[in-house]
């Protein structure tokens, strides 16, 4: 059984740091799509960034958060600068369809998904 796992999130001031950390287990694929997506209260899901080339981010969090991965197929989201706006439940979500999470849609997008780990930017 796939189990995917976040952790990190908290409550922190405008213009701090957290670092999210997803581990996941139950599988024997080694290259897959990986991706940090969030949900704000009261918006739709959204991705924040993935791994594609080294990292592909949206546009709201470019230069900001880093997408890394280790060896053992852990995955990280370090988010700096945060902002009110980036208050939100994160999710780590994997597709084992495809190595690049851009064609992921042509699969049906992402197939395992954490329980999601919150965060909250506020003074």
């Known amino acids: 059984e796939v189990q995917v796992t976040e952790s990190g999130g908290g409550s922190v001031q405008p213009g701090g740091s957290l670092r999210l950390s997803c581990s996941s287990s139950?599988?024997?694929?080694?290259?897959?799509?990986m991706a940090w997506l969030r949900q704000a209260p009261g918006k739709e899901r959204e991705e924040v960034a993935n791994i594609d080339d080294g990292g592909t981010y949206a546009d709201s969090v470019k230069g900001r958060f880093t997408i890394s991965k280790d060896n053992a197929n852990n995955l990280y989201l370090q988010m700096n600068d945060l902002q009110p706006e980036d208050t939100a439940v994160y999710y780590c979500?994997?597709?084992?369809?495809?190595?690049?999470?851009?064609?992921?849609?042509?699969?049906?997008?992402?197939?395992?998904w954490g329980k999601g780990t919150l965060v909250i930017v506020s003074s």
């Open positions: 979500a994997l597709d084992f369809d495809t190595p690049q999470c851009r064609q992921s849609k042509y699969y049906g997008g992402m197939d395992y």
């Open positions: 139950g599988y024997t694929y080694t290259h897959f799509c």
